[in-house]
C-alpha cells in the first residue's frame, strides 16, 4: 500500500471550555502533524446535543489562535473533506448504519427505559450483550414482520452493534504497546438512535476518522476502553487496511500525583484549568484562563509538552520549531504526568526573559495605560529591561516598577528606622547641589560624581545610598539606584530628594 499522508485530526465535543487536557492532546497532534508533513483537521463533535454549550466552539477556536496551534482543515477555514461540524454531516450516517443491519452486525432494539432498568435491577452487573441479548426485545428476537411494523408505526428504537463473545481484539498503541481485550468484556453498544435521528460517538467517531481519511489518533487516556469497540468497527465496515493507528496519551494528574486533574484543583491549589477565561452561560460563573493570569502563550505550550513526552534529554527551553523537529510519540510515556503548575511559572518567567524589552514593553503598555500612567515607550523599555528579571507575570511589573511613574507618597517606616538618620537631611541636601551641577544625567557620569563626591568627604558609602534610594523609591527595594536615577532624570530626582528631606526631617 502507498503511504498515506498523514492526517491527524482534533475532534473535541462542544460541551463547555476547552481543558488544559485537551490542550495538550492538540498540540501532540499539531507537532505530530508538522513533524511528519501532514495535515492537522479540527472537527467538531457535535451529535449530543443534550450536552451542547453555546459558545465552546468559538472558545476552541480563539484559544488555539491564542496559542499559536493551527489548523489545516476545519469548520472555520473548510477544506476538502468537510463540513467539520458533525451536525451538519447528520445524513451522511445512517447508510453506514443501514451497512451493518444489512451484513447483520447490528441489530434494532426496542427495549425501554424501564425494560432496561428492570434487567438491571434483575441481573447484577447487567451487560447488553451475547449473553443477553436474546432475552430483550430486539430484531434478534422479534419476528421480522413485528420489527417492521414496530419502525413503520415510529416506535423509537436504537440500533446496537452486534459483538461476537470470545474473539481476540489487539489494538496496537503506538504509546502502549499491545494491548489485548477479549470481546466478551464489551458491550453491545448503541451506534444509533431514532429519537434523534443520530449517531452516537462511536459511530460518528470512526465514519469521519475513515472518510477524513485519518491516520493516526493521538487521544486522551480515557478513550482507551473505547478503542477496541473501534477497531471492531473498522473489522465490520472492511476499513482494516486505512485503520487508523491509535495513541493514548498518560492522563494529567493532580499536582500531588494522587489520580486525575480536575478544575476542583485548579480552584483549590489557584491555577487556572482552561486557556481562557470562561463564562459560563448557563450559572454566568467566570472561570480565569492561562491568558488572563498574565501566561505567555509559548510559556504554557512549553509548558504543556513537556507532560508525558520527553526530548530524550534534560532540555525544558523549546521553541515550536524544535519541539515540531523532535517530536515523536516513541517519546511519549505511559504513566500519568503531574500537574506541576509551580513549574508553569517558572516558564512563564523564562519566557519573559527571552523576549525583548520592547514586547514586554508593549504588554506592559496598556496595564499602565488602565492606571492613567502618562509615559513614552521608550521610557517604558528601559524600566522593564531593569526589572523584568524579577517578575513571573506581566501584571508584576506595576509591584516593581511603580515608583519609577508615581514619586513616593508614603515612606516605608521600617526603612525609614533604618536607614534615614540623623543626619541624612543634610547629606542629602548636600547631594541636592552636586546633582544639580552634573550636566550629564547618565548612569556612568552620575555614579562617578556622586562615589567621588562621597569618597573625597570620607562619608560612608551605605548610609548616603540607603538614604539616596529610600527617597526615590520610598523603600529599600529596586533596581541599581543609578540605573533608576538615569530614568527618572536630574529634575525628578531633585524633586524626590527635596520632598523627602522636607517630609522626614
Ligand atoms: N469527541 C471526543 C472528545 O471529546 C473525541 C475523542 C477522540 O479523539 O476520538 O474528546
Same mark, same amino acid.
Request: proline content about 5%; glycine content about 6%.
Given at each position: 500500500?502507498?503511504?498515506?499522508k498523514?492526517r491527524?485530526?482534533?475532534?473535541? =465535543?462542544?460541551?463547555?471550555?476547552?481543558?488544559?487536557?485537551?490542550?495538550?492532546?492538540?498540540?501532540?497532534?499539531?507537532?505530530?502533524?508538522?513533524?511528519?508533513?501532514?495535515?492537522l483537521?479540527?472537527?467538531?463533535?457535535?451529535?449530543?446535543?443534550?450536552?451542547?454549550?453555546?459558545?465552546?466552539?468559538?472558545?476552541?477556536i480563539?484559544?488555539?489562535?491564542?496559542?499559536?496551534?493551527?489548523?489545516?482543515?476545519g469548520?472555520?477555514q473548510?477544506?476538502?473533506?468537510?463540513?467539520?461540524?458533525?451536525?451538519?454531516?447528520k445524513?451522511?450516517?445512517k447508510?453506514?448504519?443501514?451497512q451493518?443491519l444489512?451484513? @447483520?452486525?447490528?441489530?434494532?432494539?426496542?427495549?425501554?427505559?424501564?425494560?432496561?432498568?428492570?434487567?438491571?435491577?434483575?441481573?447484577?452487573?447487567f451487560?447488553?450483550?451475547?449473553?443477553?441479548?436474546l432475552?430483550m426485545?430486539n430484531?434478534?428476537?422479534l419476528?421480522e414482520?413485528?420489527?417492521?411494523?414496530?419502525?413503520?408505526?415510529?416506535?423509537?428504537?436504537?440500533?446496537?452493534?452486534?459483538?461476537?463473545?470470545?474473539?481476540l481484539i489487539?489494538v496496537?498503541d503506538?504509546i502502549?504497546?499491545?494491548?489485548?481485550?477479549?470481546?466478551?468484556?464489551?458491550?453491545?453498544?448503541?451506534?444509533?438512535?431514532?429519537?434523534d435521528n443520530?449517531?452516537?460517538?462511536?459511530?460518528?467517531?470512526?465514519?469521519?476518522?475513515?472518510?477524513?481519511?485519518?491516520t493516526?489518533?493521538?487521544?486522551?487516556?480515557e478513550?482507551?476502553p473505547?478503542?477496541?469497540?473501534?477497531?471492531?468497527?473498522y473489522?465490520?465496515f472492511?476499513?482494516?487496511?486505512?485503520?487508523?493507528?491509535?495513541s493514548?496519551?498518560?492522563?494529567?494528574?493532580?499536582?500531588?500525583?494522587?489520580?486525575?486533574?480536575?478544575k476542583r484543583?485548579?480552584?483549590?491549589?489557584?491555577?487556572?484549568?482552561?486557556?481562557?477565561?470562561?463564562a459560563?452561560?448557563?450559572?454566568?460563573a467566570?472561570?480565569?484562563?492561562?491568558?488572563?493570569?498574565?501566561?505567555?502563550?509559548?510559556?504554557?505550550?512549553?509548558f504543556?509538552v513537556l507532560?508525558g513526552?520527553?526530548?530524550?534529554?534534560?532540555?525544558e527551553?523549546? =521553541?515550536?520549531?524544535?519541539?515540531? =523537529?523532535?517530536?515523536?510519540?516513541?517519546?511519549?510515556?505511559?504513566? @500519568?504526568?503531574?500537574?506541576?503548575?509551580?513549574?508553569?511559572?517558572?516558564?512563564?518567567?523564562q519566557y519573559?526573559?527571552?523576549?525583548?524589552?520592547?514586547?514586554?514593553?508593549?504588554?506592559?503598555y496598556?496595564?499602565?495605560?488602565?492606571?492613567?500612567?502618562?509615559t513614552?515607550?521608550?521610557?517604558?523599555?528601559?524600566?522593564?529591561?531593569?526589572v523584568?528579571e524579577r517578575?513571573?507575570?506581566?501584571d508584576e511589573l506595576?509591584?516593581?516598577?511603580?515608583?519609577?511613574?508615581?514619586?513616593?507618597?508614603?515612606?516605608?517606616?521600617?526603612?525609614?528606622?533604618k536607614?534615614?538618620?540623623?543626619?541624612?537631611?543634610?547629606?542629602?541636601?548636600?547631594?541636592?547641589?552636586?546633582?544639580?551641577?552634573i550636566?550629564?544625567?547618565?548612569?556612568?557620569?552620575?555614579?562617578?560624581?556622586?562615589? =567621588?563626591?562621597?569618597?573625597?568627604?570620607?562619608?560612608h558609602? @551605605?548610609?548616603?545610598?540607603?538614604?539616596?534610594?529610600l527617597a526615590?523609591?520610598g523603600?529599600?527595594? @529596586?533596581?541599581h539606584?543609578?540605573?533608576?536615577?538615569?530614568?527618572?532624570g536630574?529634575?525628578?530626582?531633585?524633586?524626590?530628594?527635596?520632598?523627602?528631606?522636607?517630609?522626614?526631617?
Open positions: 500500500m502507498p503511504q498515506r498523514v491527524v485530526r482534533f475532534a473535541p =465535543s462542544p460541551t463547555g471550555p476547552l481543558h488544559i487536557g485537551g490542550v495538550r492532546t492538540a498540540l501532540y497532534n499539531y507537532l505530530f502533524a508538522k513533524k511528519n508533513r501532514g495535515d483537521i479540527l472537527r467538531i463533535e457535535d451529535t449530543d446535543s443534550q450536552r451542547f454549550v453555546q459558545g465552546a466552539e468559538e472558545y476552541i480563539n484559544s488555539f489562535e491564542w496559542l499559536g496551534v493551527s489548523f489545516d482543515e469548520p472555520h473548510g477544506g476538502k473533506y468537510g463540513p467539520y461540524r458533525q451536525s451538519e454531516r445524513s451522511l450516517y447508510q453506514y448504519v443501514d451493518l444489512d451484513k @447483520g452486525l447490528a441489530y434494532f432494539a426496542f427495549d425501554t427505559a424501564e425494560q432496561l432498568e428492570h434487567k438491571r435491577n434483575e441481573i447484577a452487573n451487560q447488553y450483550d451475547a449473553s443477553t441479548r432475552a426485545v430484531s434478534l428476537t419476528p414482520k413485528e420489527v417492521q411494523s414496530r419502525i413503520d408505526s415510529g416506535q423509537q428504537y436504537v440500533v446496537r452493534i452486534k459483538i461476537e463473545p470470545n474473539q489487539s496496537n503506538l502502549r504497546g499491545e494491548v489485548n481485550v477479549n470481546s466478551s468484556v464489551l458491550d453491545d453498544k448503541v451506534l444509533y438512535k431514532s429519537a443520530l449517531p452516537t460517538y462511536h459511530l460518528a467517531n470512526i465514519v469521519d476518522d475513515h472518510l477524513m481519511a485519518i493516526h489518533v493521538i487521544r486522551g487516556e478513550w482507551l473505547s478503542t477496541p469497540l473501534h477497531v471492531l468497527l473489522r465490520y472492511g476499513w482494516e487496511d486505512t485503520m487508523p493507528a491509535f493514548h496519551l498518560p492522563l494529567l494528574l493532580k499536582p500531588e500525583g494522587n489520580g486525575k486533574l480536575s484543583d485548579g480552584d483549590r491549589l489557584g491555577f487556572p484549568v482552561f486557556p481562557l477565561q470562561w459560563d452561560p448557563a450559572t454566568r467566570i472561570f480565569s484562563g492561562y491568558r488572563e493570569e498574565g501566561y505567555l502563550p509559548e510559556a504554557l505550550i512549553n504543556l507532560l513526552w520527553n526530548p530524550g534529554n534534560d532540555r527551553i523549546l =521553541s515550536l520549531n524544535e519541539m515540531i =523537529s523532535l517530536f515523536s510519540l516513541e517519546r511519549c510515556s505511559k504513566s @500519568g504526568a503531574k500537574f506541576d503548575y509551580k513549574k508553569s511559572e517558572w516558564f512563564n518567567h519573559i526573559q527571552l523576549k525583548s524589552n520592547e514586547e514586554i514593553a508593549h504588554l506592559f496598556p496595564l499602565l495605560k488602565a492606571r492613567k500612567v502618562d513614552s515607550l521608550d521610557k517604558v523599555i528601559k524600566i522593564v529591561g531593569l523584568k517578575i513571573n507575570f506581566i506595576w509591584d516593581q516598577a511603580a515608583f519609577f511613574f508615581i514619586a513616593p507618597v508614603v515612606y516605608d517606616e521600617k526603612t525609614v528606622k536607614r534615614w538618620k540623623e543626619d541624612s537631611p543634610e547629606k542629602m541636601q548636600e547631594l541636592v547641589v552636586i546633582l544639580q551641577e550636566d550629564d544625567f547618565s548612569v556612568y557620569s552620575v555614579e562617578k560624581v556622586v562615589t =567621588s563626591w562621597i569618597e573625597s568627604k570620607g562619608y558609602m @551605605g548610609n548616603i545610598m540607603n538614604a539616596f534610594r526615590l523609591v523603600e529599600s527595594k @529596586g533596581p539606584i543609578f540605573d533608576i536615577i538615569e530614568v527618572l536630574k529634575e525628578e530626582v531633585v524633586g524626590r530628594l527635596e520632598k523627602a528631606i522636607a517630609e522626614l526631617k
